[in-house]
Nanobody, 118 residues
Framework: QVQLAESGGGSVQAGGTRKLSCVVSGDYSGYCLGWIRQAEGKAREGVAGIEADGSTHYAESMKGRFTISQDKSKNILYLEMNSLLPSDTAMYYC?????????????WGQGTKVAVSA
């Protein structure tokens, strides 16, 4: 079974930067990796995904501000977040998901909280 362990969350001021990490272990053959988030009282939403060939996709509101990357040698997934907004405040989860630009997730970790203050 896949295990995903996120880290890097914390408090940051609006306009600031935060980089999240996720250590991925186990077999996730047939799935791709991505980040999702859930703000308090809101539905879960896709943030960014990375395909097996390294191509990436983002939710519209994250384009140009967030960057997803992967260090396959260390099995670590990253999410660099720039120009953060208070609306980015949420619990961020690393997840295995259906490939091909889908936000359909299979497994996700415990999450790491990001709080952006105005």
């Amino acid at each position: 079974q896949v295990q995903l362990a996120e880290s890097g969350g914390g408090s940051v001021q609006a306009g600031g930067t935060r980089k999240l990490s996720c250590v991925v272990s186990g077999d996730y053959s047939g799935y791709c990796l991505g980040w999702i988030r859930q703000a308090e009282g809101k539905a879960r939403e896709g943030v960014a995904g990375i395909e097996a060939d390294g191509s990436t996709h983002y939710a519209e509101s994250m384009k140009g501000r967030f960057t997803i990357s992967q260090d396959k040698s260390k099995n670590i997934l990253y999410l660099e977040m720039n120009s953060l907004l208070p609306s980015d405040t949420a619990m961020y989860y690393c997840a295995t998901k259906r490939c091909g630009g889908s936000w359909l997730v299979r497994f996700w970790g415990q999450g790491t909280k990001v709080a952006v203050s105005a």
